[in-house]
């Protein structure tokens, strides 16, 4: 079931790609994310990605908070901090606030136990900090694949194409921050 949430913010999306004349494919050669993802995003059948958000607001040059809508905005700041999007097998909380200065991102996610991560490799300007808060996960980034249990951490170039999962019978929670440069 889709919110009216992913809706308005994927109108938003589409709205921004048809002002720049952008097609699908050309949106999709911006931003490294398939057609058909960027298109269930536009029609609010899906939550989008933290790291396919980053990606838009880099290719239409915006602070993603200037896509909500006064009264998305409002709803946002009343919303309680252990609102989580759900994406597929995760879920993520917002621990940071975005501002167009702002280049760090903090996220709290959730990854249910025994999941593969669905959909693409993200990947995208910058770096990224995992840290393991419970559970365990997989992470490859590159070629390179890395087993973390809770207290492990990883620091990359988010440039590359970078993928979770968690193989084991525990949800995991993360500590994921980001920065955009």
Do not use: C
Not at 56 to 84: C, N, P, T
Not at 135 to 147: A, E, K
Not at 152 to 170: C, K, V
């Amino acid at each position: 079931m889709t919110s009216r949430k992913e809706h308005d913010f994927g109108t938003r999306i589409r709205g921004l790609r048809q002002e720049k004349g952008l097609s699908l494919e050309d949106l999709s050669r911006e931003t490294g994310y398939p057609a058909d993802l960027i298109a269930q995003v536009e029609e609010g059948a899906i939550a989008p990605p933290v790291a396919l958000v980053l990606q838009l607001g880099r290719s239409f040059k915006v602070d993603i908070e200037q896509l909500q809508g006064s009264q998305d905005r409002e709803a946002s700041r009343r919303r309680s901090k252990s609102h989580k999007k759900r994406v597929a097998s995760y879920a993520y909380v917002p621990l940071t606030q975005p501002g167009e200065e702002k280049h760090l991102r903090a996220y709290r996610v959730s990854i249910e136990a025994q999941t593969e991560h669905k959909g693409v490799e993200y990947h995208h300007e910058g770096e990224e900090f995992v840290y393991v808060l419970e559970g365990g996960i997989t992470i490859q980034v590159g070629q390179n694949t890395t087993s973390l249990k809770k207290g492990g951490s990883i620091h990359f170039n988010s440039a590359l194409h970078h993928r979770l999962s968690n193989p084991t019978r525990e949800n995991a929670e993360l500590l994921v921050v980001i920065y955009v440069p």
